[in-house]
């Protein structure tokens, strides 16, 4: 593994080239906003396509400002409270961003993560970082540096940081003045909750809606993604595996030989940190084919972000009525 140090990262950084570098939520591929060869390399390297826009990583609110044109009073608040933390706020761009970054959009996501080395290292920089998370597009996200060895090998040098603590990525916040007050939407759900940023909105006395919503522009929120080297199944509370297992065998024209039946923690806190390392840890030992029951008690705001995930990542899912839904 070609790790690296703060020093080393930003030469490289500043030079043109991209490093794999710490955060709470997972690991992210980074270059040096002020870099076009640098961004480029972003997308070759992920073999990631130019439609989705990249997060800019900035380790102060000051920087976050200078590169947007209408930072609103509800980005301050939810700023001031969240950050270093796993909420990437949307705000209109500075022309000086590059489009490389926000995919053409007039908009551009800012997050400051927390994370003490890439804070380190974001404050010995101009202006910010881009990094979408480290791992080939469409694949499952890194939350260790081992998991970015495997995806990349030496071509990509990493800043090691140890495991995640939050191991899913950023909740992704889009904010909106209408006439009767803010609305902020939430394109990705995360660690932070539609509950818990309405309530901060709320304490500061904001007139604020907050809800799930996909993006009206954001391409990024693809059906398929962080998919892991075997496929996975959700399945109804309820399913056996030996008595109907024909209705998945027949669905994928095959039969599985060791399927594993995955459980989460009952913890969300947990569940998250561990769902990516987990999800690539079955076809490490063996596995064929990665089970996962839809658990009733798992409906929460606070398992909102597990399950989306686990819901791009799947190849398919069996509802309670036992048809093959893809
Ligand atoms: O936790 C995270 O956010 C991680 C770490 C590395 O910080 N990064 C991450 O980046 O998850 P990535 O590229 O995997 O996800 C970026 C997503 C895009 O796919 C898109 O959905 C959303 O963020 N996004 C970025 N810029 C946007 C914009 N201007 N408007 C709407 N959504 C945007
Ligand atoms: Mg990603």
Redesign the pocket.
Known sequence: MKTVDINLARELLIKGDVVAIP?E????LAAWIYSEAGLRKIFSTKERPFF????V?IDSIEKAKSLTGNWTVVHEILAKSCWPG?L?L?AKKKNSVNSLI?SG?D???L?C?QHELTLKLLSTIDGGLA???ANKFGKTSPSQASHVFHEFGDDVSILDGGPCQVGI??T?A?IEKHSDGWKVLI??PGHFTAQTLKQILAVHNIKATVEYAE?P??P??LKHHYMPNIPLVIVPEHFQWEKQRNLIEQKFGREFLKPAFWELSTDPRIASRELYQDLRKFSDFGHDLILIMRNSAQVSDDWMGIWNRLDKAKSLSISNNLAALE
């Open positions: 955060t939520t997972v690991y992210g989705d826009p990249l997060i990583h796993p990437t949307i926000t959009l908009s551009v996501g997050r993560p990094a979408p998370s990525e950023s992704v889009g394109y990705r993006s522009v954001a990024g929120q």
